[in-house]
């Protein structure tokens, strides 16, 4: 799995131009039911075509559907799915994301990418990293209440033995330079150079347990925790728990972890295991979080600093006030912002267009806004939106 990050919609957001084709579908992982996948597909594919054909010439739009259409005949892809799937593309290079929430079937045409159902995924409070570790294996995980999926397989193992490698060499250059001082007299300084230069760079297979740890949490640090953000959950022995955290500088890194050996886990029912029992260590943070979101939303509407307005908190997003915008997940109004002041413009409805909530999420997100989508049950508000006003 690569993991949905802040980085990679800022990068879809980035290279959107109209047309933009969004599509999103639910996915199954196991057989017979994944063979529903690549049809669903298909069918999505000729609801945004339809779309596509009321606005553009046959030509021009079987050369934007072209790339969907490769993507539809991979029968490798097809076969190792999660529980959902988003597609971009149109007058954009193709991009994709594997999502392990399900999200209701939907193709989308429009002059910007439909993006909430990824901000739903991305700015879901409950994600969570599990870092499984022992003295010469490393793995992890991603996921919330309900889903955990192992993240980076191979690109971790690679950038955990770079780092070793590295290590190594550095502590070699290190040791060479101090000697260096001491025998530049007997062999130059020239020689001196050239020694340190070319320093034994053998691979020692017995590393020891801190070296590899500090490897590990390099690795982890650059590569996951800081691109996403998310809690970082150690399931270890408790020998093993002790000297990661002596060594680990990663700032996400919760200080309750899973006591548990990695090692005999099985998959399915080991995965199951390890999901509860970091819920367990999450669920307390999740819920503090979310009862401040909502405090601080009904605080700021008492003092005249929130809104649940549509079109004042558009309007304010717009220039740039909102600092936090709690969106609901199962809110749709057709339509889209007006470019020029921010302004809801309601849609027909008629075909497949964009959803003013998902402009407003995307134009609050460009302004540095926190942008939360949420489920109804959870929103402050029958409006749709919960803003908190930076002034």
């Not at 553009?56 to 259409?69: D, I, K, N, Q, T």
């Not at 509860?276 to 405090?295: D, G, K, N, S």
């Not at 049950?377 to 409006?383: C, I, K, L, Q, S």
């Amino acid at each position: 799995m690569q993991p949905l990050t802040r980085e990679r919609l800022d990068e879809l957001l980035a290279s959107q131009q109209a047309p933009c084709v969004s599509i999103y579908l639910p996915t199954r992982r196991t057989y017979p039911d994944l063979q529903q996948n690549a049809i669903q597909y298909r069918n999505l594919l000729r609801d945004a075509d339809v779309a596509l054909r009321q606005r553009y010439p046959g030509s021009a739009v079987r050369a934007l559907m072209e790339p969907f259409h490769v993507l539809d005949s991979d029968e490798h892809f097809w076969s190792h799915r999660l529980d959902g799937l988003a597609v971009f593309g149109g007058a954009s290079p193709l991009r994709r994301f594997d999502l392990q929430r399900t999200v209701p079937p939907l193709a989308v045409v429009a002059d910007s990418f439909h993006v909430k159902p990824l901000l739903r995924q991305l700015r879901a409070q409950g994600r969570y990293q599990v870092l499984c570790l022992t003295r010469n294996r490393v793995r992890l995980f991603e996921g919330d209440r309900d889903h955990l999926d192992e993240v980076d397989p191979d690109g971790l193992v690679e950038a955990v033995a770079d780092a070793i490698q590295s290590s190594q060499v550095q502590q070699q250059l290190t040791a060479v330079g101090a000697a260096s001082n001491q025998i530049a007299t007997a062999i130059g300084h020239s020689g001196a150079k050239r020694l340190a230069a070319n320093p034994d760079t053998s691979h020692d297979p017995d590393q020891p347990a801190d070296r590899f740890f500090t490897a590990v949490d390099r690795a982890v640090w650059e590569r996951h925790s800081l691109p996403s953000g998310l809690p970082l959950v150690l399931a270890a022995l408790p020998e093993n728990e002790a000297i990661f955290r002596r060594v680990s500088h990663n700032q996400h890194l919760l200080p309750q972890g899973v006591e548990i050996d990695p090692e005999a886990l099985q998959p399915q029912q080991g995965w199951q295991q390890l999901r509860e029992a970091a819920w367990r260590v999450i669920e307390p943070r999740h819920e503090e979080r979310m009862r401040q979101y909502l405090e601080s939303f009904a605080v700021a509407k008492s003092r005249g600093k929130g809104s649940e307005d549509l079109d004042e908190v558009a309007r304010a997003a717009f220039v740039g006030r909102v600092g936090t915008l709690l969106l609901d997940a199962d809110r749709r109004m057709p339509g889209r912002l007006d470019p020029d002041d921010g302004h809801p413009v309601r849609g027909d409805g008629q075909g497949v267009i964009d959803d003013v909530f998902d402009d407003l999420g995307e134009l609050a997100l460009r302004r540095d806004a926190t942008v939360l989508v949420v489920g109804h049950d959870r929103m402050p508000t029958n409006t749709g939106v919960a803003a908190v006003f930076r002034y």
